[in-house]
């Protein structure tokens, strides 16, 4: 079982940026692909970026350019810096781990752009 807590979110003016943290609770921290999803007020809930093991990140065509993936394996988390906000970004962030087929999700942090 892995715990995952996320943070960083909050209210942001368009154009503006934010930097989402998601702590994950495990020994293997190393071995888990770790990616970060959003669900909007009405929508599905949609991949945004994940980044392996071994560093390399991937992500949706919508915030390539805008968000980045990083990771930190010796304190067991993982970031997405989002930049250039706009309220199309508006959603809940959840965080996800994922090794084989063994998938964990945090509780989400809420991200709202609005003038």
């Known amino acids: 079982q892995v715990t995952l807590v996320e943070s960083g979110g909050g209210l942001v003016q368009p154009g503006g940026s934010l930097r989402l943290s998601c702590t994950a609770s495990?020994?293997?921290?190393?071995?888990?692909?770790m990616g970060w999803y959003r669900q909007a007020p009405g929508k599905q809930r949609e991949w945004v970026a994940q980044?392996?093991?071994?560093?390399?990140?991937s992500y949706t065509d919508s915030v390539k350019g805008r968000f980045t993936i990083s990771r930190d394996n010796a304190e067991n988390t993982v970031d997405l810096q989002i930049n250039m906000l706009n309220p199309q970004d508006t959603a809940v962030y959840f965080c996800?781990?994922?090794?084989?087929?063994?998938?964990?999700w945090g509780q989400g942090t809420q991200v709202t752009i609005s003038s």
């Open positions: 996800h781990a994922r090794w084989g087929t063994s998938g964990y």
């Open positions: 495990t020994s293997r921290f190393d071995i888990y692909t």
């Open positions: 980044i392996t093991p071994e560093g390399r990140a």
